[in-house]
């Protein structure tokens, strides 16, 4: 998603120019050449992780260093490091300007590139869920505002619901973060109800 980044950082792609399905060829604007089915394999590995998909939740909206994300995550910092190497070969994180530590040592934030928004996750169901009940663990009930709504439609007003929905969050993503913003988090499930026919 595009965000209010700092000039170092290239931006993600206006959304209506976001890079389409995992199978198509594609020009990265982060590298500006030809993308490779084994880096859309890649990038694909890289996000079945929801280990991953945190890391990115926390660098969306300000850069953390390695040793922040392990902190924040309860990881150690190796098993972080490997995580955040991974995201950055892939695109999904970018670095920042290198600064001082508390002790003098030299750190380098990271930086969600908003890749992930665009890209394809193999058998993303299991992997968005699990990453979603670890980002809620130890939240209260009222911090948390869920909808449910059974409709029966056919595919093309099911498509077009869909595609609505995006539309909406597109907006707001483009928008950037808000100065005095919460930062949160939307996951929009829609699935077939074999229940209901």
Known sequence: MVRGEPSTIRRAPPVNQRLGPINQKLVLPYTGRMDTNEDLQARGRALSSPVRLRILRLCLHQPRTN????????????????????????????????????????????????????????????????????????????????????????????????????????????RGPDADGTATSILLAHHLDRTAD
């Not at 001082?100 to 299991?126: D, M």
């Not at 869920?129 to 980002?135: A, D, G, H, N, R």
């Open 67 to 174: 040793k922040e994300i392990a902190e924040v995550l309860e990881l150690n910092p190796a098993t972080a490091l490997h995580h955040v190497r991974t995201l950055l070969a892939t695109g999904f994180l970018v670095a920042d300007q290198p600064r001082t530590g508390n002790r003098g040592a030299k750190e380098i934030p990271y930086r969600a590139t908003g890749l992930s928004w665009t890209s394809r996750i193999p058998n993303a169901a299991p992997v968005l869920v699990e990453t979603f009940l670890q980002e809620i663990e130890g939240l209260q009930p009222e911090e948390i505002d869920v909808w449910r709504l059974g409709v029966k439609l056919n595919d093309e007003h099911r498509t077009e619901m869909m595609h609505r929905l995006r539309e909406v969050l597109e907006d707001y993503a483009r």
